[in-house]
C-alpha cells in the first residue's frame, strides 16, 4: 500500500515512542496498531505489518535473558513447540475471520490489552509473593501445554497483552522465580510472535515498507528506552499507555 512520505514520518515516530515504551514499561502496539489504521491500512493488514514488524524487539529480548534459559531446556523443549503451532493458529483465524469480523473484535481486544497492561505490575508483585518458598517445580504439566497453548493463539491473532497473558499463565501452572518465568515468558512470546509472522510473510497481508520503518524506529527508540529507563518512572508510562489505549478503544467504539 503506497502512502505519504509524511505518514511514514508518523508511523516511523509510532514506532519510535513504542520501542521507547517496551524497553520501559510495554504496551507498545498500543501505540502502532492505531497508527498504522489512522494512515489508511485496513484492520488486518495493520495487524499483520505490526507483527512482523515486531519480531526484533521480541528477539532482542529474548537474547537479553538467554542466560536464565540455559537451566530450562526441558521446558523450553516442551512449550516453544506449543507457541510455534498456538501462534500459527492464531494466524491462520485472523486471515480467515475476514476484515468485518476482526474490525468489530478491535476495540473489543485493545481495550482487553489495556486491562493486562494495567495488571502487569501487580502481576509481578504476586508472582514474588508466591515463589518465595525457594521451591522449583520442572515439571511441564497438561495444564500448562494448554493455557501456553491458548494463549499462543491469542498472540498470533492479535498480539496485543500477549507477555503478561504468558507470564500470568506461567506463573499459575509453574513454580519458580520470577527471574526465571520471565525468561521462559520472552522466549514463549519470541516463539508465537515469530511463528505468525513467517506465515505472515506468505499472506499478501505485509506492508513491507511500514514494517521496515518501524522495524528500524522501534530498535531506536528501544535503545533510547533502554538507556533512559533508570530516569523515567515505569508506572506513569505504563499507565499513560493505559489511558491512550481505553482512549484508542473508546474511539473505535464509536466509530
Known sequence: MDLQWFEYIFIGLAATIAGFVNAVAGGGTLITFP????????????NVTNTVALCPGYFGATIAQRKDLLSQKKRLWALVPVAIVGGIVGGILLLNSGEKLFSDLVPFLILLASILLAIGEPLKKWLNRKNKTGLVEKQISFWALLFVGLAAVYGGYFGAGLSVIVLAVLGLVLQDSLTKLNALKQAVAFSVNIAAAIFFLFSGNVDWISAA??????????TLGGKLASRISPNVLRWTVVFIGVA????YFLK
Open 248 to 251: 484508542v478503544s473508546i474511539i
Open 35 to 46: 497508527v498504522l489504521t489512522a494512515v489508511g491500512l485496513p484492520a488486518v493488514m495493520a
Open 213 to 222: 520503518v518501524m522495524a528500524v524506529f522501534a530498535l531506536i527508540g528501544g
